[in-house]
């Protein structure tokens, strides 16, 4: 078995074979070794924990089923016998109440929607009718079953509609279900295992977090360079130019989903900045683009500087460019970035990109919705850097405040999916659900703190996460998680300023980091080797808690103790504003 497969249980009321194979024989990411539940035992198996198919360590389960199989109202609907919608919506609950209590025994739950297969199709007017309709109850099921999803925090719901849409006519055939109880066509199942794949993707923080774009028959049709800005094709009466538009509209939404975009162009920068700037069918502004390299270079060089400029893996990646050359170039040169085949027809640019499944994320937050404002902001501090002349003097001048407080309900989800994401200041990368992250910060030695920065330029949300263990007067880091967009600016430094001290108020002796190495997180290692915390081991770090730990002079710090200190044993400020230095010395 591949260690980074995940281990997965399908449970259906029907043969889920197909999306078993197809899931495991797939070679994208990740991998995946499916268990099939006990064939048509929906209710069972979500309720009896000693089915063997529990006995073992799960990662997720999809719970997939036909809306006559579980759900008494429809069987009845088939029999063409009214229902009381009111007992529907019971009976959703009812089945919702057993996805729940399976959930708690792993870490990701998927429910497909439920669907009414073409074959029951045929009482016309009467199927959006009220207690007759089969469609209209599969929509009124449909909006109980998510409303009911929302409420479990590890489940979330796969619009299986699409998949039948995408598929078309060959969705269903009435020879399958009839010669192996299979309701869907091979194509549907394959739909599915992309879906599931790309969920699994997100929920472990490895989702695509940046395009970057070519400008010229990209962007827009034709070479700036060559006919001017004012003539280029976008927008206007021009098949082309339409979709181009729509092509940007589609990369504002992705932008106001959280991806970030930038440029890398071969042109010259002053021209293509005066298209973006004053072309009046420019959907995208110059504001929306977080970094761009436009010169003639090479442009995996370029790639790779705009990465750098972001603070991100090439594997955090997706470049697009209308060159089929400038494609395999980079697919060669840069194997991390994805670089996805780009259709010809600039009318199939929309279509092309709302193709591309690599942008999964299982919630939107604020922060989310202001990345590229943050970035903009990034931008302005990064000038404002070249215009000072030292550390010291930027960092006074950015008015750097930074916000901490405990872990609680209202900031959860945000900090899930940081602790998720993040890959490069992050000692443990450990990754966990919401439940299990809830959890382990109940337990009676643990704190759990949550970090906002804001400065002169803005606000960047909730960017940290600092986790501790104790045992006697033992204190160890657990989680040390800072987004790449705030690294750099003595936050790291202030994060361990609060853990020491509030080991300090809780009269622990020692704290202690361990850093877990990997492909991604040498930054962590090499912020902690330059931190004063004494080197234990190439990977271990201590503290003398009797000793404090300086915070810088630039730092404005704001606590919210809230409850999180209530388990300290002494009335001392935890988190008390301290400008002493201190020495490095072990």
């Given at each position: ?33 499916s ?83 073409t ?7 009467l ?33 299986a ?28 199942f ?8 790309a ?29 001017g ?57 110059i ?79 604020d ?61 443990s ?61 003595k ?56 000793r ?39």
């Amino acid at each position: 078995m591949n260690n980074s497969a995940k281990r997965g249980l399908l449970i259906s009321d029907f043969n889920i074979e197909n999306l078993s194979a197809y899931l495991t024989n797939d070679q994208g990411i990740p991998s995946i070794e499916s268990v099939i539940a006990p064939y048509g035992q929906v209710a069972q198996t979500l309720l009896d924990a000693s089915q063997p198919c529990w006995q073992t360590e799960l990662d997720f389960m999809v719970v997939w089923s036909r809306p006559e199989g579980v759900i008494e109202s429809f069987q009845k609907l088939l029999a063409a016998s009214p229902i009381d919608e009111g007992r529907l919506r019971n009976e959703v609950d009812d089945y919702c109440q057993k996805v729940a209590i399976a959930s708690r025994r792993v870490r990701t739950t998927f429910v497909p929607t439920w669907i009414v297969p073409t074959i029951h199709f045929g009482n016309g007017m009467l199927d959006l009718a009220p207690r007759t309709g089969l469609s209209r109850a599969i929509l009124q099921a449909n909006l109980r079953l998510l409303e009911n999803l929302d409420q479990i925090p590890n489940a979330f719901p796969l619009n299986a509609s699409k998949w039948i849409e995408l598929v078309g006519e060959k969705a269903f055939n009435p020879r399958l279900w009839y010669l192996g109880k299979i309701p869907f066509g091979n194509d549907v199942f394959k739909a599915a295992m992309l879906d599931i794949k790309a969920a699994l993707r997100g929920i472990s923080g490895e989702a695509r977090k940046v395009i970057i774009l070519d400008l010229d028959e990209t962007m827009w049709g034709g070479i700036i360079g060559e006919v001017g800005w004012q003539n280029i094709i976008l927008g206007g009466h021009d098949p082309a130019g339409e979709a181009l538009v729509d092509f940007q509209r589609e990369l504002k939404a992705l932008v106001n989903r959280g991806v970030v975009l930038a440029i890398a162009s071969k042109n010259e920068e002053t021209v293509a900045i005066e298209a973006i700037t004053k072309h009046p069918e420019m959907i995208l502004r110059i504001d929306d683009f977080a970094a761009w390299r436009i010169n003639w270079k090479d442009k995996p060089q370029n790639i790779i500087e705009v990465a750098t400029d972001l603070n991100l893996g090439l594997d955090s990646v997706v470049f697009i460019d209308d060159s089929q050359v400038e494609q395999d170039w980079v697919r060669q040169a840069l194997p991390d970035v994805l670089v996805p085949e780009w259709p010809a027809d600039k009318r199939l640019y929309p279509h092309a990109l709302r193709r591309l499944d690599c942008f999964e994320q299982p919630k939107l937050t604020d922060e989310d919705r202001r990345r590229a404002e943050t970035y903009l902001h990034e931008r302005k501090r990064t000038e404002l850097k070249t215009q000072t002349t030292s550390l010291d003097e930027w960092l006074r001048t950015l008015d750097l405040n930074v916000r901490v407080e405990p872990l609680d309900p209202s900031n959860l989800s945000r900090a899930t999916q940081l602790l998720n994401k993040t890959n490069q200041m992050n000692l443990s990368t450990r990754r966990m659900t919401e439940p299990e992250f809830a959890a382990w910060a109940a337990l009676a030695n643990h704190q759990v703190w949550v970090f906002h920065v804001s400065d002169r330029f803005g606000d960047s949300g909730l960017t940290g996460i600092l986790s501790v263990e104790t045992e006697g007067d033992y204190c160890q880091i657990i989680d040390f998680v800072l987004s790449c967009r705030v690294m750099g600016r003595k936050v790291e430094e202030t994060m361990l300023h609060v853990a020491i001290e509030w080991s300090r108020a809780a009269q622990i002796s020692q704290v202690q980091a361990v850093y877990i190495p990997t492909a991604k997180n040498v930054p962590c290692q090499s912020f902690f080797q330059k931190s004063g915390l004494c080197v234990q081991s190439k990977n271990e770090f201590i503290w003398d808690a009797a000793r404090e730990y300086p915070l810088h002079r630039a730092i404005r710090l704001v606590y919210d103790a809230g409850d999180t200190f209530e388990k300290t044993p002494v009335s001392v400020n935890p988190l008390k504003v301290n400008h002493a230095t201190s020495s490095n010395n072990c």
